[in-house]
């Protein structure tokens, strides 16, 4: 193989496409079938989802499982759970989707963001602790690409303050921390089903938890705070909403979840063969994960050395003329300047609450509140590493990344 960059005229490494697999087959059909079948799509009338209920608790190992229409709605019903007063703030992550902040404004609390570790790009539990107020409510971690957070330090600073941890695992489907699934070690955890995510139905999500208070409340949450338990008059106890997930839905996702440890597996398997084999690259480094962790690998990350000869994008560039698809930045910019209407604090009917609530904290969104992050976009590279590819595949994506690293520096 020529050691000249493709970019400048010399052999790619490769030269055929990547597997790309399918997601779902026949084990989805076949509880599909079930519930066509059946004749009852509703989830109070079937059983695909308060099975798969069942079954993705029994796989965490946790007392509750929630299910609803997205990531989303998994997130709300979790915030939900903890009941935030209008103007209550929830720390979070600057490096998510907006899926992961609109529940936090829409049950009227205000998202603040801490700034993340630049190894790992997960929140930096010392910047975690720096943002707490007297009106803080919850933290929402969020596991960035699969990989863990530093769940040792952020649960000792859950404990010392008294405030809940909901785990945004919505990246993360059977990412461990120290022998325990993520999900499971804060108070609350979400997960996403979403047609990228490693386990889908095409959307679709679970908030699970261990706390009867929150389970019992999380329920009723998504099903409008209706007591369907309770005879006689309806009773609705509470303000919720329709995040009810549909039995073809549930169907599909069930499937999924008796395959998750096989999926994970081999995603897992892969990305860890991808980091072995480039650790040496020069002036670029994969994103850290903590000692006796374990990532899912939603997504590869890397990031180029500050003092690197070259860019991300230039990187990025050269490594797709080797036949390797990648992305420079990811979400580009910290979320909160993504979303116009979170960053000018444009609200309901043109309104600024909950920001203008009387209670609420002063709160700014704008460039420099998490400077870490916004160095670490500016560097940060990502690969897509999934179970449909093999050892080949691994070894062509690793040659390219060292050919291309050693190249342009």
Not at 31 to 47: A, H, N, P, Y
Not at 271 to 292: F, H, K, Y
Not at 389 to 403: F, H, P, R
């Amino acid at each position: 193989m020529s050691e000249k960059l493709a970019i400048h005229g010399g052999e790619p490494v490769r030269t055929r496409p990547f597997p790309s697999g399918k997601k779902v087959g026949k084990d989805e059909l076949k509880e599909l079938v079930d519930v066509i079948d059946s004749g009852q799509l509703f989830r109070w009338g079937g059983t695909k989802v308060s099975t798969f209920e069942k079954e993705f608790a029994d796989l965490l190992g946790t007392k509750y499982a929630v299910a609803s229409t997205s990531g989303t709605s998994a997130l709300h019903v979790a915030v939900g759970m903890v009941d935030p007063a209008p103007g209550d703030e929830i720390i979070t992550a600057p490096i998510t989707d907006i899926g992961s902040i609109i529940p936090i404004v829409y049950q009227t609390a205000i998202p603040v963001f801490a700034d993340i570790d630049p190894r790992t790009f997960n929140m930096d539990p010392v910047d975690i602790e720096k943002k707490i107020s007297p009106r803080t409510k919850a933290i929402m971690v969020v596991h960035l690409f699969g990989n863990p957070c530093d769940m040792d330090a952020i649960m000792a600073i859950s404990r010392h303050h008294g405030i809940p941890v909901i785990e945004d695992c919505s990246q993360a489907h059977l990412s461990e921390h120290k022998g325990r699934y993520v999900g499971t070690i804060g108070d609350i955890g979400t997960f996403s089903f979403q047609m990228s995510k490693q386990l889908t139905a095409g959307d679709g999500g679970v908030t699970v938890t261990d706390r009867s208070d929150y389970g019992k409340r999380g329920m009723l949450f998504a099903d409008k705070g209706w007591h369907r338990a309770q005879f006689g008059a309806r009773e609705y106890t509470l303000l919720g909403l329709n995040y009810r997930m549909n039995e073809l839905t549930g169907a599909v996702v069930l499937a999924q979840t008796r395959r998750a440890r096989d999926i994970i597996g081999a995603r897992r398997k892969n990305g860890d063969l991808l980091t072995e084999l480039v650790q040496d690259a020069p002036n670029i480094t994969p994103q850290r994960t903590l000692p006796q962790c374990k990532t899912g690998y939603w997504q590869y990350g890397m990031a180029v050395g500050k003092a690197s000869p070259f860019t991300a994008d230039q990187f990025v560039e050269a490594l797709g003329a080797e036949g390797i698809g990648c992305g420079a930045h990811y979400i580009g910019k910290p979320i909160f300047l993504c979303h116009g209407a979170i960053r000018d604090q444009v609200m309901f009917g043109g309104s600024r609450f909950p920001f203008d609530h009387p209670g609420a904290r002063p709160t700014q969104y704008a460039a420099g509140v998490c400077p870490v992050t916004e160095d670490v976009l500016n560097r940060m590279v990502t690969l897509s590493v999934t179970e449909f590819l093999g050892e080949e595949d691994i070894q062509d994506m690793a040659t390219a990344v060292n050919k291309v690293a050693k190249g342009l520096s």
